[in-house]
């Protein structure tokens, strides 16, 4: 089960946390990954450990807020079978004291970032006989978040686009879905605490994983394991669909 043999997979943000995962994961279940991320250095380093255990993967250095970038990389792929869309930034704020710049920001990387992948990977998918394409999106989109105004904002939209490319498509043979995770420990989490809450990092750590009722965060490979599913031809009935994986946040904090 599960098997992703002669499948060709491209993850951005799959130089950490949670797109490393999955790049590692789909390539130890047979795909040939090409690890997308901004950072060269971090995407050779995850090429070098699927490499390492007998995977087959390329790095791509990436930039998906630059569309003629973007379309340049899935053009000069070989084969396309699945996309998964990782890549992405946070930011802490309200609407009060978010900047227009850091707004920009968020919405370059986090909305025309997923825009411009799906842009250029849906012809190769059609070209290809169809295919798979995860976003990853957020409690945040559907969820009252503290301080997450941009953040929730670009969730709010990857979850539409998800549900907009799943019925476009559907003729296509392009499944595609989106997962919401609640607290993933990433490498992101430890700077945000070592940043903001110098000395008390692991008191901070302690209570933000009790904000999930299950009391802990999310292993990356655990939200790899839901996208490795969705990815595989046992999901097959499967589009149009957010799945949350929170620890029982959305239904369970009363």
């Not at 390329?58 to 084969?79: C, G, M, R, Y």
């Not at 006989?129 to 957020?138: F, K, P, R």
Request: with cysteine; glycine share 8%.
């Amino acid at each position: 089960m599960f098997s992703l043999k002669d499948k060709h997979a491209v993850v951005t943000g799959a130089g950490s946390g949670i797109g490393k995962a999955v790049a590692l994961l789909l390539a130890q279940q047979g795909a040939t990954v090409y690890v997308a991320d901004i950072n060269e250095e971090q995407a050779n380093e995850t090429v070098k450990e699927i490499v390492l255990v007998g995977g087959q993967a390329l790095a791509k250095v990436a930039d998906v807020s630059d569309q003629e970038k973007t379309t340049t990389l899935f053009t000069s792929l070989p084969k396309l079978d699945i996309l998964v869309n990782s890549a992405g930034v946070s930011h802490i704020g309200t609407a009060e004291s978010t900047s227009e710049a850091d707004f920009d920001r968020l919405y370059k990387v986090n909305v025309k970032g997923v825009y411009n992948c799906l842009h250029a990977a849906i012809p190769q998918l059609k070209k290809n006989g169809g295919g798979v394409i995860v976003n990853v999106c957020s409690i945040a989109a559907t969820v009252g978040i503290p301080d997450r105004f941009a953040y929730s904002m670009t969730k709010g939209a990857v979850y539409s686009m998800t549900l907009s490319v799943a019925k476009d498509y559907l003729k296509d043979q392009i499944r595609c879905n989106c997962i919401s995770p609640a607290r993933v420990h990433t490498p992101f989490v430890d700077g945000f605490l070592k940043k903001n809450y110098p000395g008390k990092e692991a008191e901070m750590f302690e209570k933000l994983s009790k904000t999930q009722p299950i009391g802990r965060m999310a292993k990356p490979v655990e939200v790899a394991t839901l996208i490795l599913y969705l990815c595989s031809d046992e999901a097959s009935f499967i589009t149009g669909c957010d799945y949350p994986i929170d620890g029982g946040f959305t239904k369970l904090n009363n």
